[in-house]
């Protein structure tokens, strides 16, 4: 892609960016989206739309509204807080048996990376995508 492009590309999504941080924050603000870091909100709100290009197919079995439909579900019980939702005793054991879950998982890719660290040599390029 040709910088001036390439540079395009990243301003807009920059702005997208800010304009979504800044309707979650008024959500905060108003109690109807959890309180945590709007910017890291932002972050997984647009990494779940951003992959789309990678699975979506027209015409396959899923459909725009489809799409929609469980994007919107999973915000609205992902991201809106009990005071939209009603709370339901089985859900809250369960959300707290995957946070332990999580919690395990994210302490054996902390092991992983300890192992692969020491196995790999520091190249001096980093690896991370921006």
């Not at 959890?34 to 990494?47: C, D, K, M, S, Y």
């Not at 395990?104 to 692969?116: I, M, W």
Request: aromatic share 6%.
């Amino acid at each position: 892609m040709p910088s001036d492009t390439a540079e395009l590309v990243a301003a807009t999504q920059r702005r997208r960016d800010r304009l979504l941080e800044q309707e979650i924050e008024k959500g905060i603000r108003s109690g109807e989206v959890i309180n945590e870091n709007p910017r890291l909100l932002t972050q997984a709100f647009v990494g779940m739309c951003s992959w789309l290009y990678r699975w979506y197919q027209p015409g396959e079995s899923v459909r725009p509204e489809d799409i929609v439909r469980v994007f919107t579900r999973v915000l609205e019980s992902g991201l809106f807080t009990s005071k939209t939702q009603p709370d339901n005793g089985a859900v809250t054991h369960s959300l707290r048996q995957v946070e332990r879950s999580l919690q395990e998982v994210q302490h054996e890719f902390k092991k992983v990376s300890q192992q692969l660290r020491v196995k790999t040599p520091r190249s001096g390029v980093s690896s991370r995508r921006l």
